[in-house]
Each structure stands twice: as C-alpha cells, then as structure tokens.
C-alpha cells in the first residue's frame, strides 16, 4: 500500500459517467475541500452534505469533514477486519486518506473517492506494471480505458501523456480498482488471461 496519500479526488459517479467534484487534503495543519469550478457551476451538482454546500468553493475543518468521516466503517465493526483485508491495508490504519481510499471508497452514495499520491509514477513504472499483468499495449489500453497512443506516450515518458500517468498510478497502487476494471472491461482479453489476472488480483 502507498504510504504517501496524502488527498483525495472525489467523483459523482453516475451510470455512464463520471464527473470530477473536488478535492480533499490537508492544508496548514486543516482539513481542507476544493470544490471543481466547473461542478460548482453546474444546474446538475450536488453538495457533500450540509457541512459543505454549493455557497462557497473552499472549506476549511480542523476535523475530517463529517461526510467524509461518515465514510469510513467503525473499527467497532465485527466485518473491519474483513473490509481490510480486502482492500490490502492494515486494521491498524490510521491515516484518513489511505481508509477513505480504501475501505471508503465506495458507500450508499454515488460519490467515490480517488487518492492522489505524493510518490513519483514514471513511464518504466506503468510498463513494467503492465508487464506484470501480463498485457499488450492493445489489451491495457481497452481494460484501462485509455487510447493505445496516450499509454505508449505515457511509458516513453513524453509530456503527452503525463496525465495518464496520475489516472493509472490508482491501479497499480490499489489492486482492488484494478480488479473492478478488469471486471468491467476485461472481455477484451481471452478468457483464461482474464480469470488468471482476476485471480491474482483478488487476494
């Protein structure tokens, strides 16, 4: 598991789309959330709760904001060790952006959560990850749902495709949305490549 999540993305995940709503980190010793302008903006957008309306872009909480805390299971929970294992941490986790990036990620809303990492993703870093799912550039590019010239610019570590880099650190860092692709898009891949695949991922 990444250590250096240090915020976190969040998406309104609707059934064929998912829209950027905004970011949470830590700023001067304060929670902090960033409202995207472009979803503040929008007759569509909806607020995280009453502590973070629509009225404002940026919100400052010397706690974690209660949507986001309410996010996270309870360790009073019998099934949190279970929910652990699962998303690859430790019942012993504190840090709040690593529990909302896992154990949190997904609740009754259709908000989801996304980290964002402090460490450095290169272009070797994402092929020698497609390597070891043992993917062409073909069969990344159709589960990962990124254009075949983005992913061989990324992994030449041209500036065109530095923004593909920050999305597909998420898989590598975090097996279990790596998982929910291949569930989703994997019927490009042969079929026993893809229960080979699933297989190693979901452990």
């Keep these: 598991m990444d250590k250096n999540i240090n915020a976190i993305d969040v998406f309104l995940e609707k059934r064929?789309?998912?829209?950027?709503?905004?970011?949470?980190?830590?700023?001067?010793?304060?929670?902090?959330?960033?409202?995207?302008?472009?979803?503040?903006?929008?007759k569509?957008?909806?607020?995280?709760?009453?502590?973070l309306s629509l009225l404002q872009?940026?919100?400052?909480?010397?706690?974690?904001?209660?949507?986001?805390?309410?996010?996270?299971?309870?360790?009073?929970?019998?099934?949190?060790p279970d929910y652990c294992k699962t998303t690859g941490i430790t019942v012993d986790e504190k840090n709040?952006?690593?529990?909302?990036?896992?154990?949190?990620?997904?609740?009754?809303?259709?908000?989801?959560?996304?980290?964002?990492?402090?460490?450095?993703?290169?272009?070797?870093?994402?092929?020698?990850?497609?390597?070891?799912l043992h993917l062409t550039l073909d069969e990344f590019s159709r589960v990962f749902d990124v254009s075949k010239a983005s992913l061989h610019n990324a992994?030449?570590?041209k500036s065109s495709g530095k923004e593909i880099l920050k999305r597909l650190e998420i898989y590598k860092n975090f097996p279990i949305v790596t998982l929910d692709a291949v569930r989703k898009r994997g019927k490009w891949l042969h079929d026993d490549k893809r229960v080979k695949m699933m297989s190693?991922?979901?452990k």
């Design 57 to 80: 872009k940026t919100y400052f909480s010397k706690t974690l904001f209660p949507f986001f805390e309410d996010r996270i299971p309870s360790r009073e929970n019998p099934a949190y």
């Design 16 to 42: 064929k789309t998912k829209v950027y709503v905004g970011q949470l980190d830590f700023f001067g010793g304060q929670y902090r959330f960033i409202y995207d302008d472009h979803y503040l903006n929008s």
């Design 44 to 51: 569509q957008a909806l607020p995280l709760g009453p502590q």
């Design 96 to 132: 709040p952006f690593i529990l909302l990036a896992t154990i949190g990620r997904r609740g009754p809303s259709s908000f989801i959560f996304e980290p964002i990492s402090t460490a450095t993703f290169s272009g070797t870093d994402l092929k020698a990850f497609r390597k070891s």
């Design 155 to 157: 992994e030449q570590g």
């Design 200 to 202: 190693s991922l979901d």
